[in-house]
């Protein structure tokens, strides 16, 4: 019986989300953040079509070859995203009451475009 859904090369499903918003940052020489992720968010998706850092939090602020110390409900910290490459995370859930989480992206040596789909 035929699967209804994409296989990977090892013949596997992939990962179904329902998506419901989708943004797209520039990526360029300087930090840029994304608009606000909804509250009700539970799955966050990102993608870039360049080698790029990331980084999570209510004002984050996205650095090139730093990765930081964790600090819960403030930020995660900036993380190497290569291009091409989906990472699917959880949204956090520590969310200080009254803010909102952002994703903040910087290049890692050429601009380009980095996905954000929301997913619940």
């Known amino acids: 019986m035929p699967s209804r859904f994409?296989?990977?090369?090892?013949?596997?499903?992939?990962?179904?989300?329902?998506?419901?918003?989708c943004q797209v940052v520039a990526v360029s020489g300087?930090?840029?953040?994304?608009?606000?992720?909804?509250?009700?968010?539970?799955?966050?998706?990102?993608?870039?079509?360049?080698?790029?850092?990331?980084?999570?939090?209510?004002?984050?602020?996205?650095?090139?070859h730093a990765v930081t110390t964790t600090q819960p409900g403030v930020?995660?910290?900036?993380f190497y995203l290569a291009a091409g490459v989906v990472e699917t995370w959880a949204a956090p859930s520590a969310i200080p009451a009254g803010s909102a989480w952002k994703v903040a992206v910087i290049q890692d040596t050429a601009g380009g475009y980095l996905s954000i789909t929301e997913a619940q």
């Open 30 to 64: 300087s930090s840029a953040q994304s608009a606000a992720l909804d509250v009700n968010t539970t799955i966050i998706r990102l993608v870039a079509t360049t080698n790029c850092w990331v980084a999570l939090g209510t004002n984050p602020t996205a650095q090139q």
């Open 6 to 21: 994409q296989l990977d090369a090892n013949g596997n499903p992939g990962m179904a989300i329902m998506p419901r918003v």
């Open 75 to 78: 930020s995660l910290g900036s």
